[in-house]
């Protein structure tokens, strides 16, 4: 089968394209044909060494993938020959064949295209775990989604609308995402290169500020969101994709009464498998009613994956880059 291959720690013009032994499924496990896979950050940070997991050399990225079941490993029955599903894997996505256990595996509904189906596992679970079980989100509360034109932003921005939210604000980092946002839902959006969103909120929430910020972006953004946060406001850290890491100051947290709150969903797979499940639920039936709708914003042929990643990389994509056979 053909995959591609980081055989070093390298940049994304270093992977190459080659022909590999397909994998078996074993006990408990199914072989999906792949048709498309999604891009997602830790893809690039895993092949250049930067990634909290390093595989051992040589690897194939890729973590969510679309496509059709082709072999079942023993003990399996819950899935046949030829069904379409979606699976999240620990590696090796972005190949012809991957395998993965059945637990790890959803049918995926007619309506959803397979490139949805593969966009759609990481962001909307990390959303949802952030926004429910992290945010302990309510009804008519204010959240405030940074890079809201993104993968997860886009996600909590439709997740925070389907559960009630009173008032959500996103902020953008180019005037041409702004209407993405809206139309996925926020009332509010910002230009944080142009606009101060910190007076923004403050102006839209009259002074008090928002109840949660959803913050994938780490660094300054980070560290400014906590002078436009609520009383008993829940700051979710989701990842640091500028780079940098913010540095909150204890006594502010103290004085201004509210919560940083880490949203590692991986963890949630290992430590409590059963919540991951209750979430699945509660997703498939915001999108079979019509809440949820997975945006792709770029597709790429698997053999540009380089174009994909220096794509996702440039912050220039809206949604979702997916890759495909």
């Excluded at 023993?74 to 996505?93: H, I």
């Excluded at 940083?260 to 409590?272: A, D, P, R, S, T």
């Amino acid at each position: 089968m053909k995959a591609i291959v980081a055989r070093q720690w390298c940049g994304p013009r270093d992977l190459t394209l080659e022909e590999v032994p397909a994998p078996e499924a074993a006990a408990g496990q199914v072989r999906i044909r792949v048709a498309s896979a999604a891009l997602n950050f830790p893809d690039v940070l895993i092949i250049a060494g930067k990634y909290q997991v390093k595989p051992p050399l040589p690897f194939t990225p890729g973590f969510e993938v679309a496509g059709t079941v082709d072999a079942l490993g023993p003990g399996v029955t819950e899935f046949k020959p030829g069904q379409r599903v979606l699976a999240q894997l620990s590696l090796s996505g972005f190949a012809e064949f991957a395998v993965a256990p059945a637990a790890d595996l959803q049918p995926i509904p007619d309506a959803m295209t397979y490139d949805e189906a593969a966009a759609f596992p990481l962001v909307y679970q990390t959303s949802y775990f952030g926004l429910v079980v992290r945010g302990s989100l309510k009804k008519g509360e204010t959240v405030l989604v940074h890079s809201a034109a993104g993968g997860v932003g886009l996600a909590a921005v439709q997740i925070a609308k389907a559960l009630g939210a009173g008032k959500i604000i996103g902020t953008v980092g180019s005037d041409h995402k702004r209407d993405v946002v809206r139309n996925s839902g926020a009332d509010v959006v910002i230009n944080y290169s142009t606009e101060d969103f910190v007076e923004i909120v403050k102006r839209e929430t009259n002074g008090r500020g928002a109840d949660i910020i959803y913050d994938p972006v780490g660094g300054d953004i980070g560290q400014r969101s906590t002078k436009c946060i609520a009383f008993e406001g829940r700051l979710l850290i989701i990842g640091f994709t500028s780079g940098a890491f913010s540095n909150f100051v204890s006594n502010h947290i103290l004085v201004k009464n509210y919560s940083i709150v880490g949203v590692h969903w991986g963890l949630y797979k290992q430590q409590q498998p059963a919540r991951v499940a209750e979430a699945w639920k509660a997703l498939w039936n915001l999108y079979d009613t019509g809440h949820l709708k997975p945006c792709v914003g770029k597709r790429f042929p698997m053999q540009q994956v380089a174009e994909a990643m220096e794509a996702l990389t440039s912050r220039a994509a809206v949604g979702k880059i997916v890759l495909a056979w």
